[in-house]
């Protein structure tokens, strides 16, 4: 059984139902039926042509469906519509239901959740961690996400800014590496700037193309995580390099800054460093302030707080940390960072344990317990 197969196929799969007029909520019901049929019959009885029979399946799942609700009976009027078995159209549909998901009736909030969860095939769980929630919020938050949408047409697709949230945050999980969804999100991306003139637009794909330039650099033979200033740049992607710079300089060019071209500007004089200790760290001081401007983000001000404590020294740092939560996701890693660039290492190293506790995933927990044995081991000696 090819689970990749059937995870692809999964939005398009998804995108014939609700233009053939299913409302969301039911459709989605019915492709993962469809998906739990397939993985019982196929092993024994694979089908010539993949998509099509899920797409029969499932109508006909979301028919069945119908039929046996009563306050939907309306929606019977649709059985002679059923289409009949046969090879389905090879159309990439994935990109239009991304914004049929940003419809006009959600929060951009509660669609950026929605779609990252029906289509971007992320967890509850993973999207609660992107958004700073509680797993049983977020689980809220997309179930009434979907009464919402439960059977209203989809014939009013929601706005760019709510699919560029989206298309971001799949991407950071991708990079993450929980799934790998990176790649998905920059072939998504490119389509949309050949559809769209908007700089902002550009400017997520310049973001995208620039941070994916040095992942095969961030980690280590054996699975470890390699920070940034760590990293062999031997390694990074030359070429996606160029073409993010290229394509950031045209959006600024344009006069119209938004978040994303101010983050692929912190990404590309990360990138044109020869070194980590030749990183112009005053300009990028600078376009976190302007990323502060536009946002107010408190994950910015973290990170902003890293630059500040290289430009200006570590307690200028650790100053601009105290103004923050020291709830935020990384702000102990942070600090542990900082006070070891402050010289104090017994805190540094105990507050590299308490992040190493806290942190989201095996890799990044592992790199932070290693530094925290390394200035236990400093510490003895």
Avoid at 13 to 28: H, M, P, Q, S, W
Avoid at 167 to 175: A, D, P
Avoid at 219 to 234: E, F, K, M, S
Avoid at 251 to 264: K, N
Wanted: charged share 25%; proline share 6%; with cysteine.
């Amino acid at each position: 059984m090819d689970e990749a197969l059937l995870r692809g196929l999964t939005p398009s799969v998804l995108a014939i139902l609700v233009r053939r007029g299913a409302d969301f909520a039911a459709a989605e019901d019915a492709v993962q039926d469809a998906l739990v049929e397939a993985v019982r019959v196929w092993p024994a009885d694979p089908p010539r042509d993949a998509k099509g029979w899920l797409v029969t399946v499932a109508w006909r799942k979301f028919l069945d469906a119908t039929r046996a609700d009563a306050a939907r009976r309306r929606r019977e009027d649709l059985l002679d519509e059923e289409p009949p078995p046969g090879p389905a159209p090879a159309v990439d549909d994935t990109l239009q239901l991304y914004f049929l998901c940003a419809h006009p009736s959600l929060t951009p909030s509660s669609a950026v959740a929605l779609t990252l969860r029906a289509v971007g095939g992320l967890t509850t769980r993973q999207i609660a961690r992107a958004y700073l929630v509680p797993e049983a919020t977020m689980a809220q938050r997309i179930s009434r996400a979907k009464r919402t949408v439960s059977g209203v047409r989809f014939d009013r697709p929601g706005d760019v800014a709510t699919v560029l949230r989206v298309l971001y945050l799949v991407f950071n999980e991708g990079y993450s590496g929980d799934v790998d969804l990176a790649a998905e999100a920059i072939r998504l991306t490119r389509r949309l700037a050949a559809a769209i003139d908007h700089p902002e637009v550009a400017g997520l794909l310049a973001l995208m193309l620039l941070h994916h330039a040095r992942r095969a650099a961030r980690t280590a033979p054996d699975g470890g995580l390699v920070p940034l200033a760590g990293q062999d740049r031997r390694r990074w992607d030359t070429g996606a390099i160029a073409e993010g710079v290229e394509i950031l300089q045209a959006a600024l060019a344009r006069d119209r800054l938004g978040e994303f071209q101010a983050q692929a500007a912190i990404a590309a004089l990360h990138a044109d460093a020869p070194a980590a200790e030749e990183t112009d760290w005053v300009q990028i001081v600078e376009w976190y302030d302007e990323l502060t401007r536009l946002t107010d983000n408190p994950v910015v001000r973290l990170n902003r707080a890293v630059a500040v404590g290289e430009a200006d020294g570590p307690r200028a740092g650790l100053a601009a940390l105290e103004a923050l939560d020291p709830s935020l996701p990384r702000h102990t890693a942070v600090a542990a960072y900082l006070h070891e660039r402050d010289g104090d290492l017994a805190t540094a190293a105990r507050l590299y344990a308490e992040a190493a506790h806290k942190a989201p995933h095996l890799a990044e927990r592992d790199h932070l317990t290693r530094q925290a044995a390394r200035l236990n081991s400093r510490l003895r000696h």
